[in-house]
């Protein structure tokens, strides 16, 4: 039969370090996430860095966090611009097929909704998916860092890329 070896100390604290990349990503996240988002306020950030924080330590999948996002940040100036635009060719009559992002079922007021929040889902899925993936990456990158720092891992240690073999990809 196998004999479990019994690990040190210095070996649990690493094993169990190494196994926590999304606390990492959740620390990053907090510290230093949605600095690509534009258009929103200082608390707007924070109230996105803590539902990024929040997502990945729950593990909760991107669209979800979108929910949630969807609440916090509203469109940028140039999606409201584009809403403008479009009630504003709703109401001369002017709205073709061009506009197929809002469903022609309704009343115009209904149908000019419908194009914001398709707007307004759209980013909150584009924040969503963008910080996760940009968290998770840091804080990634952060566990190695400290895992070298404390001797864990050697410093000369490099990334590399590893593509996958799919033709879409690399």
């Known amino acids: 039969g196998r004999v479990a070896a019994k690990l040190t100390a210095d070996e649990e604290e690493f094993v169990a370090n190494f ?13 230093e996430g949605a ?5 929103i306020s200082a608390q707007t950030r924070v109230a996105v860095q ?11 999948h991107p669209t979800v ?16 611009i584009a809403v403008t635009n479009y009630a504003n060719a709703v109401a001369e009559g002017r709205s073709t097929a061009a506009w197929s992002l809002a469903p ?13 929040t398709r707007l307004r889902n759209w980013r909150a899925n584009n924040i969503a ?18 895992m070298m720092r404390r001797g864990y891992l050697p410093s000369t240690i490099s990334q590399r890329w590893v593509c996958s073999h799919d033709d879409r990809l690399c």
């Open 35 to 39: 600095q690509l988002v534009v258009s």
């Open 129 to 146: 998916r963008t910080e996760l993936l940009k968290a998770s990456n840091m804080g990634q990158r952060d566990l190695w860092r400290d």
């Open 19 to 31: 196994n926590r990349p999304l606390e990492h990503a959740a620390r990053w996240a907090t510290r």
């Open 104 to 116: 022609s079922k309704g009343g115009p007021a209904a149908r000019v909704d419908a194009y914001a």
């Open 50 to 60: 803590r539902a990024t924080a929040h997502a990945l330590r729950i593990g909760q």
């Open 65 to 80: 966090m979108a929910r949630t996002l969807r609440t916090i940040v509203g469109l940028t100036p140039q999606q409201a």
